[in-house]
């Protein structure tokens, strides 16, 4: 298939730092990216699924200030879209597609990547398929290399009882047909502070779950499920640099991070004491080391 590629590119101009955004236009499709800084490439890949990049800008930004950090709209979400929206374009391969176009344009032959919750599941997917495209994986808080967190997760168990209460009824709602931002805000307040060990994030995390396409969600996940989503055999025989990150009051069990950890024959994994599932913002200088440790050894 020809792919016809567009840009619109946007200059943030300051001594260190350019910004670019950028539309990549496929048939009937768009994928929407933004990049800053210059130098070495990491992609980084934002959780969900269902959720645009919107709310990564700023570690972005502070990744590229030493290198070319890029994220994206994941198909579907924020100003990527797809022609339509159903079980044969929401799909783990389409992702994939997806990455490879955005690494096709941008003419990088290798990249570090970076996926963070839902997003590490899927970088952990795009290694696996493309380990020759890879020098280096981050896994921030992931959701793991297989099904076994989405089989055993309750995030509800992270709540007290006044928000778990809250949540069921703002998601009553939804499920209802109040489709209005205010009713997704509020679902989204409630469900906050099972992400945050540090509560005054509550208000930027509840904007960032208030986004939440839950049809592109229940699309992925159905499809995860059908592929038999798994990435263990052939990502233990991965030899490149990895990082695990994760906050020990994640909602993610360290365990899982434990287990990746140990999965990959060059990992390094790093507890963030003071920090729950966003480690850039709770943890900012030493999620931030640790990542630059990373791409120091990926360095070419």
């Known amino acids: 298939m020809r792919i016809l590629i567009v840009f619109l590119t946007l200059f943030v101009s300051s001594e260190l730092l350019?910004?670019?955004?950028?539309?990549?236009?496929?048939?009937?499709?768009?994928?929407?990216?933004?990049?800053?800084?210059?130098?070495?490439?990491?992609?980084?890949?934002?959780?969900g699924p269902g959720m645009s990049s919107k709310g990564y800008h700023s570690l972005a930004e502070k990744l590229g200030e030493k290198n070319l950090a890029i994220i994206y709209d994941q198909r579907g979400t924020g100003q990527s879209k797809s022609e339509k929206a159903d079980a044969s374009t929401i799909t783990m391969k389409g992702m994939l597609d997806d990455i490879e176009k955005i690494r096709m344009y941008l003419k990088v032959d290798k990249w570090v990547v970076l996926g963070h919750s839902f997003g590490g599941m899927l970088a952990s997917h795009y290694t696996s398929h493309?380990?020759?495209?890879?020098?280096?994986?981050?896994?921030?808080?992931?959701?793991?290399?297989?099904?076994?967190?989405?089989?055993?997760?309750?995030?509800?168990?992270?709540?007290?009882?006044?928000?778990?209460?809250?949540?069921?009824?703002?998601?009553?709602?939804?499920?209802?047909?109040d489709t209005t931002y205010n009713a997704k805000l509020q679902r989204g307040t409630y469900l906050a502070s099972a992400y945050l060990n540090d509560?005054?994030?509550?208000?930027?995390?509840?904007?960032?779950?208030?986004?939440?396409?839950?049809?592109?969600?229940?699309?992925?996940?159905?499809?995860?499920?059908?592929?038999?989503?798994?990435?263990?055999?052939?990502?233990?025989?991965?030899?490149?640099?990895?990082?695990?990150?994760?906050?020990?009051?994640?909602?993610?069990?360290?365990?899982?991070?434990?287990?990746?950890?140990k999965l990959f024959s060059n990992s390094t994994f790093v507890i963030l004491e003071k920090s729950g599932h966003f480690g850039w913002l709770e943890e900012s200088e030493l999620y931030l080391k640790s990542i630059q440790e990373l791409l120091?050894?990926?360095?070419?």
């Open 18 to 47: 350019s910004q670019e955004g950028h539309y990549i236009k496929d048939g009937k499709n768009l994928i929407h990216l933004t990049t800053y800084g210059e130098g070495e490439p990491i992609l980084i890949i934002n959780g």
């Open 199 to 261: 509560k005054s994030h509550m208000p930027k995390v509840a904007k960032r779950l208030a986004q939440t396409n839950m049809e592109i969600n229940g699309l992925v996940f159905r499809d995860m499920r059908k592929i038999g989503f798994d990435c263990k055999p052939i990502l233990a025989k991965y030899t490149k640099p990895v990082l695990v990150i994760q906050g020990a009051q994640d909602i993610i069990p360290l365990e899982l991070g434990e287990k990746a950890h």
């Open 296 to 300: 120091q050894k990926t360095a070419s």
């Open 130 to 177: 493309y380990p020759e495209r890879t020098k280096g994986l981050i896994l921030s808080s992931s959701g793991g290399v297989d099904m076994e967190l989405i089989s055993n997760f309750d995030i509800t168990a992270r709540l007290t009882q006044k928000d778990r209460d809250s949540l069921f009824y703002w998601t009553l709602k939804i499920a209802r047909g």
